[in-house]
């Protein structure tokens, strides 16, 4: 009986060690994932979608031997996108659906909500943030380390200055840079492009290859303020010469920073032998701020509308995916996508199951961009924000905006179109040789950025509008008085022809669906409340979690009393079954 006894209690254990071989073997399988998100770029500042203005061959090498998404909305501004990227919900739920979180705000994206890395981790990837966060940092619980990242280097708040790393809100300001949850103090002032590159660069050089990594690097470019990096002026100087304007000028010596910083990851990616086992998304996280506040001088023409905007210059944020288990690459994608489908598109690649995520918005493409299945999406709902009362959903090819932000001001056409005659012509060859296109040569073979196939996918993702209003920036949105707009953003992707009197139907079913979905709107707070006991001042001239975690009660639901509660129950439940096999 006893000998039985002891023989049993190790087949469990022999058991379990299978079970924990099996998942091993499955870790193995799983790719690496890497999100290089860029910050308020423009659709019309990268060359693939058509602009001759400013060389970006490294992206548009990717873009071309992948797959260009060039349906892919966001959400008009930082904080609102990366908390739906990283959660797979759509901000209203969480009270994320307003403006971008200002230094020294007691908010954050609710500790309740469990993210992409989070669920990366719990299938053996090593999960590292390297640059924005913007997701609240008032308390400790709400930085990246305790939001499911095994390091993190990089900034709290929406931007820091590009030398000196520091951030100002108000009469506070401070230096924004940290390694973990320390300041990294002592940084060498280094343009901060090629510092998060630097560190990205360490992080593939010293991972172990057989772990699958998650490396999501949020660069600051080419966010405000406008500043370039002293390495390339020169040599930028005569390149940009055909820009007249010159800070538009500056703006594109950033943008090409991003285009060889992407080069050197996609290189360091094949050094390592990892690139044949990638995935490599590349997006902004929304529309380039063309005027206004953050102004970059970035151009989403053809579209109308700059970040901040419910029109296609705020939200079709430009986007490709590349990597060698998509079948059939080399295409344009005109299929909708939100910035929410990424958490169960990534989870699904990474070998997990979907059903595992719970109540999310996002809906999983991998079958879709993988195997050229189906796509799955056709609604979104693109945002409702009841402080400045407008909003938004896509139903197919049809779009109601309602409501007008800051009275019109950021709603017309406004940047660069890139094809004035003395640009010049777009060059292939730079594109062929840029180092994202040498590193897929050498350790995938050929890649199919052959001249003729990149004209005709650089075609596909051009947007004509043909009309010139596009060069004023005093044509007005047809809906600022009426404010209720339906277009038709197949046949009208710059939003010119308001057509709701003649779908009425159309208007119905997305009117439906906006109520719908208010229905599970969180409010955010009706006025921005700063918290002036944030002063760096107080902490070393840094911007630091200023509350403590015991003070603070999450505003949604969360406590931290209740959350150990429930992992102890699951602990002791885990704990009486394993006895109880034990003893049997
Ligand atoms: C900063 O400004 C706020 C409000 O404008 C004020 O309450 C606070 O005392 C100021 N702090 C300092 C250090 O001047
Ligand atoms: C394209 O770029 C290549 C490589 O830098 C250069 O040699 C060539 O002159 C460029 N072609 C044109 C038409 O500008
Ligand atoms: C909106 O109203 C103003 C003032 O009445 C008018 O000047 C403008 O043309 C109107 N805009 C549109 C798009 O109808
Ligand atoms: C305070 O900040 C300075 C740099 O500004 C740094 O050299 C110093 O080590 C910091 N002191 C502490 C106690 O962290």
Redesign the pocket.
Known sequence: MRVNRILCSHCVLFLLLLCLKFINGQYQASPHIIVFMVDDLGWNDVGFHGSNQIPTPNIDALAYNGIILNRHYVQPSCTPTRAAFFSGKYPLRMGMQGQGIMGGETRGLPLGVRLLPEYLRDYGYSTRLVGKWHLGFHTRLHTPLNRGFDSFFGYYNSYISYYDYRYSQGNMSGFDLHRGDSPAHGTPNQYVTELLTNEALKIIDNHDVNHPLYLQLNHLGVHAPLEKSSRTSNYNDDKFEHIADKSRKTYAEMVVEIDESLGQIVSALGDRGMLKNSIILFMTDNGAPTIGKFRNWGSNWPLRGTKYTLYEGGLRGVAAIWSPRLQRPAKVSNNLMHVTDWLPTLFSAAGGNVQELGEIDGIDHWQHLSNDEKAPRHKILLNIDEVSKTEAAINKRYKLVRGVYQQGYYDSYYGDSGKDFYI??Y????VH?SSVATAISAHLGDPMTQPSVMTHLREEATVLCNNLLHRSSRSRSPCENDTECLFDIVNDPCEERNVAKQYPKEMRELDLMLLSYGNLLVHQPKKTIIDWSADPKRRNDTWEPWLHPSYFEDQYGYNKAEAITVSMFIYYVVFVISHFYALI
């Open positions: 010049g012509e060059n292939y060859t730079l040789r």
